[in-house]
């Protein structure tokens, strides 16, 4: 049985309608012109400062407000629940993944309350024994200590990491772990600039996956 930890934002969720929200909220109440889908999306993956630093870059707005508008964006993401749907496939896998008897984790740099709100919002809680969020330690993902963490939770086994970002890759290749990359998520570059394991582009196919790596593995 493996020890199995997942990423959450484009790798079980398509949150980002709902941070997209967010982010628009907060422009248009200061008068700034709203950021495109496409941009919340290439925000995404290195945590709440760093999107709300993106997000300034892209209208101008000084580094001044980055504090204030920090703060606003986090006091809102808890709430950024409604648009946010899994994709296709995700909650069979877990359940085939956790039938099968492997132990689940999610290392996200999402908030943790916002990660807890969305994961219950949508009736995942129950398949994770271990959730982490970008603010569960003082330092996040590409630093490999939550992910570290996530995995000394889930017991013994083998340990395999599974997202879909650069920030994942880097992450997994830190903590020495297996990386399966998604294809169908927030990345930024082409598979061939991200180091990973194995890639996957249907949740339905990850069980047979996960049993081919274990397989290859023993
Ligand atoms: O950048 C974020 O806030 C979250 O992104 P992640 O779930 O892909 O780590
Ligand atoms: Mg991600």
Redesign the pocket.
Same mark, same amino acid.
């Given at each position: 049985m493996a020890r199995i930890v997942f &990423?959450? &934002? %484009? /790798?079980l969720i398509d949150s980002a309608p709902d941070i997209h929200g967010i982010a628009n909220a907060l422009l248009t109440a200061d008068g700034y012109d709203p950021i495109t889908l496409e941009q919340a999306r290439d925000f995404? %993956? $290195? %945590?709440?400062a *760093?999107?709300v630093q993106r997000m300034r870059a892209a209208r101008g707005i000084p580094d001044s407000r980055q504090e204030r508008m920090l703060m606003d964006f986090v006091a809102n993401y808890d709430r950024a629940v409604t648009l946010t749907r899994p994709y296709a496939g995700v909650e069979a896998a877990l359940r085939t993944l956790r039938g099968q008897g492997h132990r689940l984790g999610i290392c /996200? $740099? +999402?908030?943790l309350r916002a990660t807890k709100a969305v994961l219950d919002h949508l009736g995942l809680s129950p398949y994770f024994e271990t959730v982490w969020g970008?603010d569960s330690l003082p330092v996040h +993902?590409p630093d490999p200590s939550p992910l570290d963490a996530a995995f000394r939770k889930l017991g013994e086994g083998p340990e395999i990491y599974v %997202? &879909?970002?650069e *920030? &994942?890759a880097e992450t997994a290749q830190r903590a020495m772990v297996p990386f399966l990359l998604f294809t169908e998520g927030?990345r930024k570059t082409s598979l061939s600039m991200i180091p990973h394991t194995a890639t996957f582009s249907a949740f339905d196919g990850l069980p047979d996956l996960v049993s081919s790596l274990l397989a290859e593995a023993a």
């Open positions: &990423d959450l &934002d %484009g /790798t995404i %993956g $290195n %945590g709440a *760093v999107f /996200t $740099n +999402k908030p970008g +993902k %997202g &879909d970002s *920030v &994942d927030y």
